[in-house]
């Protein structure tokens, strides 16, 4: 149907004989990405189309293809043979009958990112949002000082808020570092609902790699993105803390960084020069 609604298909594939893939939508010329499994790369894809691949391990990679067309999707989506990692909509011409991959967990869902794998049985699922909190851990959250870490690319920029926390179950007494609305890198401490500190970075670019740290102790709070000193807070107390959520606020708030690669808590304040060498890319 016609729509102005973002839709992505995934699939996890490995190269056999084969090593050349494509995810492309039926009735739409320009929804469609190729994909290189033997390099690990995206290869050309539609206008309205744009494409990730995402290694899994042992040669296995997620390819995700979003679909963000006006134009009229047909009723199908289809993981064919592409003749190379430039050919065009339909895979190409290929005559040699041997080739073969291996797939597995295909997955079309609405929305302009891919989320984790469900097994849907041959009927559609609605499913809850990717969450994961742990709660009662006081002893591993440093309550007086401490770092937040994550290595994550940025994907799309969508000005969706995404994070990782420390908090007491609310948003009122937290420290989080947090991909905000303006897409950037933010880390805010609150205590008692009251900022103590908010250092945001400058505008973060589509698709790229970066190492963040969230630095806290009483009155020193500092912020690394990419091995460099983004700024500092020299007059925060630090709020006690009990949970540890991969969102941006408490259990139930947005996501992680969508593509998060590492995400690490440490009880002790790391010094500034090891915050440099920590996020350095």
């Given amino acids: 149907s016609t729509t102005t609604d973002?839709?992505?298909?995934?699939?996890f594939a490995k190269a056999n004989t084969g090593n050349t893939i494509q995810l492309y939508h039926s009735g739409e010329v320009q929804g469609?990405?190729?994909f290189d499994l033997s390099s690990g790369e995206v290869g050309t894809s539609g206008t309205n189309t744009t494409g990730d691949i995402e290694p899994i391990g042992n040669d296995w990679y997620r390819c995700i293809a979003t679909f963000d067309s006006v134009g009229n999707f047909?009723?199908?989506?289809?993981?064919?043979?592409?003749?190379?990692?430039?050919?065009?909509?339909?895979?190409?011409?290929?005559?040699?009958?041997?080739?073969?991959?291996y797939i597995f967990g295909a997955q079309y869902e609405?929305?302009?990112?891919?989320?984790?794998?469900?097994?849907?049985?041959?009927?559609s699922e609605t499913r809850a949002a990717d969450e994961c909190s742990v709660t009662g851990v006081s002893d591993v959250i440093g309550q007086t000082e401490g770092t937040m870490f994550l290595e994550f690319n940025s994907g799309a920029l969508d000005g969706e808020i995404q994070g990782f926390s420390v908090n007491d179950g609310s948003s009122q007494n937290r420290i989080v570092i947090?991909?905000?609305?303006?897409?950037?890198?933010?880390?805010?401490?609150?205590?008692?609902?009251?900022?103590?500190?908010?250092?945001?970075s400058s505008d973060l670019t589509a698709n790229t790699n970066y190492k963040a740290a969230l630095a806290y102790a009483n009155n020193d709070v500092v912020l690394y993105l990419n091995g460099t000193?983004?700024?500092?807070?020299?007059?925060?107390?630090?709020?006690?803390?009990?949970?540890?959520?991969?969102?941006?606020?408490?259990?139930?708030?947005?996501?992680?960084?969508?593509?998060?690669?590492?995400?690490?808590?440490?009880?002790?304040?790391?010094?500034?020069?090891?915050?440099a060498s920590l996020t350095t890319l």
């Fill in 32 to 34: 469609y990405v190729n």
């Fill in 110 to 123: 609405l929305g302009s990112y891919v989320s984790s794998y469900i097994p849907t049985m041959g009927t």
């Fill in 178 to 200: 947090f991909k905000n609305q303006n897409d950037r890198v933010q880390l805010q401490v609150r205590l008692g609902g009251v900022v103590q500190a908010s250092i945001e």
């Fill in 6 to 11: 973002k839709k992505t298909m995934s699939v």
């Fill in 229 to 275: 000193q983004v700024g500092t807070d020299t007059s925060a107390t630090i709020p006690t803390c009990s949970d540890v959520c991969f969102d941006s606020d408490s259990n139930g708030g947005s996501p992680l960084f969508k593509e998060t690669k590492q995400a690490l808590l440490f009880k002790t304040r790391l010094t500034n020069a090891e915050l």
């Fill in 74 to 101: 047909g009723s199908s989506v289809y993981v064919g043979f592409a003749a190379s990692s430039s050919a065009p909509y339909g895979g190409g011409s290929i005559s040699d009958t041997s080739l073969s991959v």
